[in-house]
């Protein structure tokens, strides 16, 4: 197992002139694109459970994407996927809990039910209502309607008061498994890994598009995303070029309102 501080040599993204890699020859691969939060999620996932030497990472270049990956490896043309065990799945959600589950390194989910459930609840709650509320809000009135989605964060970061991630301190046995990898940064936990890619956009986005900073008046959401920022695992995967995201999302969401 690798530290989850080492750093990783990041690999060109593959396009529709590059070679498919030999496939299902019993490596571990993680299929991501370099721009793309879904992806985010489950390279933080592998990076911070220190799996840097099993999973390889397969950055695909969506905007000309290679024929093969559509019909070789993830018919449903997207990323993430991971291929591992001779199989090919799909979806950030069931990957990160997939990597949790089926690979070496602490748990990310707590043994607590009380916990449990709340996580289980903030995980369902980024896609079916978190993410789709705050890109609507860019085509309508983004300071309200995804104010709203900010003080849900704000308020579940309240519930457990005694740090500054969704489940308050980090579990005993992540934070043991850093002390042992002489880290100074420990990871944070599934909830954490999940909604951070979308906040980081957000964060940067809505400032430049709606002159509203996601921070003000949420100390517990400024204080997480700066103890975010700290953590190694995640820090190697902040690879998006802020003015390239801003431009693609004033393309996508503004012009078009
Ligand atoms: N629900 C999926 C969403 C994945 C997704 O939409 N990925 C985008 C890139 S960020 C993609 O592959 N887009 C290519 C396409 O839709 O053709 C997940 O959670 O993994």
């Not at 019993?26 to 099993?54: A, E």
């Not at 043309?77 to 997939?98: A, D, F, I, Q, R």
């Not at 309508?140 to 709203?148: E, L, Y």
Request: proline share 7%; hydrophobic share 35%.
């Amino acid at each position: 197992m690798a530290s989850p501080s080492v750093q990783d040599l990041l690999p060109p993204s593959l396009d529709s002139t590059s070679q498919p890699p030999s496939l299902f020859d019993g490596t571990t691969r993680l299929y991501i694109n370099y721009q793309c939060p879904y992806s985010q999620r489950v390279w933080i996932t592998r990076n911070v459970k220190g799996l840097q030497d099993m999973i390889k990472l397969v950055p695909i270049d969506l905007q000309n994407r290679p024929d093969w990956y559509k019909e070789k490896v993830y018919p449903k043309n997207k990323v993430p996927s991971l291929e591992h065990n001779n199989k090919v799945t799909g979806e950030s959600l069931v990957l990160v809990k997939y990597v949790d589950c089926n690979f070496e390194g602490p748990s990310f989910l707590p043994d607590d039910q009380e916990k449990r459930k709340f996580v289980e609840e903030l995980i369902a709650y980024s896609d079916t209502t978190f993410v789709p509320e705050v890109y609507k809000s860019f085509a309508k009135d983004a300071r309200t309607q995804a104010g709203v989605q900010f003080d849900y964060l704000e308020k579940a970061l309240h519930k457990f008061d005694d740090g500054p991630f969704f489940l308050g301190q980090l579990s005993q046995v992540i934070t043991i498994f850093h002390f042992l990898f002489l880290s100074d940064n420990v990871p944070s936990e599934m909830v954490d890994i999940i909604y951070a890619p979308f906040v980081e956009r957000f964060h940067v986005f809505m400032p430049e598009g709606f002159n509203y900073d996601i921070t003000t008046g949420r100390p517990k959401l400024a204080k997480w995303i700066e103890e975010m920022n700290n953590l190694d695992g995640y820090k190697q995967t902040k690879v998006l070029e802020q003015e390239k995201m801003v431009g693609y999302y004033k393309n996508r969401f503004l012009l078009k309102a």
